[in-house]
Each structure stands twice: as structure tokens, then as C-alpha cells.
């Protein structure tokens, strides 16, 4: 068997986690979100391909990237949930599992657009409001998938 992937991809603005409004996304750096998903990985075989960008149309180049490579995503698109067409099209042409991660609970904000994520209608499935955990709960899930799939 050839290599095997889990992308975890991350919108605009995240590049600022544990720098901004930690009493809402928390003191964890992206670093740190990377370092547990790695470490949730460790033993599995599965490597990782951790990204994040500001562009949107570095996120779609991403994610044709993973269509190929990935047994599965995790996508944390932040202000691209709400407005980002290109990527939510991208997202319909991956095959595999794709699971949306928001740290905060998306529909327990101030702001109401913010429960409005054009994404969830697509992907597999959700994890909101449970800050970092949610990115290795994610990629635990993926592994169990897999897993199955294997068994
Ligand atoms: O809860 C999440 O993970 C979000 O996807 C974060 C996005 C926000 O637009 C979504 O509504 C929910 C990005 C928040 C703004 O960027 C910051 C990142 C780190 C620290 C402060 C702001």
C-alpha cells in the first residue's frame, strides 16, 4: 500500500489562533492543533498534510490536491462557510469522508450568520464547539472509518 493521507485544511484568519479572542477560539496556536492531530496519528501508518491559508483560491487548489491523495479531510473554512462557493464546490468533487471543524459552537454566537455554513449540506459531517479537540476527534473518526473499510 502507497502512502495514505488525512488533509486538514483551515480558512482565513486562523493563521491568528491563540494570538486573538482566546476567550472564544481558546490560547491554542495552529501549531498546537497540528501537534495533537499529529500525535493522534502517531502509530497509525496515516500521514498528515496540515495547511491553512487567507486565499480561497488556495483552498481550492487544496482540495483538488486531496481529491487525489486523501482517504479523508477535515476542513475548518472559517469566513469561507459563509460566502465561499469555489470552496464548496471543490469540497462536491472529493469523494472521500470530509468532516467541518468549527472550535467555537457556530450556533451559539452573537452572530446569527455565523450558524449559516453553506458547507454543511455536503460534507459527512460536523463537530462545532469543541475548540481544538474537535480537529483530533475529526481525525479520529477518519481512522475508524478507515479502519472498517479495512477490516
Ligand atoms: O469557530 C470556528 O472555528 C470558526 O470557523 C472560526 C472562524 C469564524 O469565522 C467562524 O464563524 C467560526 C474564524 C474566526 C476569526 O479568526 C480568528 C482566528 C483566531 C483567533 C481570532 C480570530
Not at 55 to 78: K, Q, T
Not at 124 to 147: C, E, P
Request: glycine residues 8%; negative net charge.
Amino acid at each position: 500500500m502507497g502512502q495514505r493521507f488525512i488533509h486538514i485544511l483551515n480558512g482565513p484568519n486562523l493563521d491568528l489562533l491563540g494570538v486573538r479572542e482566546p476567550h472564544i477560539y481558546g490560547r491554542d496556536t495552529l501549531a498546537d492543533v497540528e501537534a495533537a492531530c499529529r500525535a493522534e496519528l502517531d502509530g497509525s501508518g496515516v500521514d498528515l498534510v496540515f495547511r491553512q491559508s487567507n486565499a480561497e483560491h488556495e483552498l481550492v487548489e487544496w482540495l483538488h490536491d486531496a481529491r487525489i491523495g486523501a482517504f479523508g479531510i477535515v476542513i475548518n473554512p472559517a469566513a469561507f462557510s459563509y460566502a465561499g462557493y469555489s470552496v464548496l464546490d471543490a469540497l462536491k468533487m472529493c469523494d472521500c469522508p470530509i468532516i467541518e471543524v468549527h472550535m467555537s459552537n457556530i450556533h451559539r454566537r452573537e452572530e446569527a450568520w455565523r450558524a449559516q455554513s453553506i458547507m454543511t449540506q455536503w460534507v459527512t459531517g460536523i463537530i462545532s464547539g469543541m475548540g481544538i479537540d474537535g480537529y483530533v476527534l475529526a481525525v479520529r473518526h477518519l481512522l475508524q472509518i478507515d479502519r472498517r473499510n479495512a477490516a
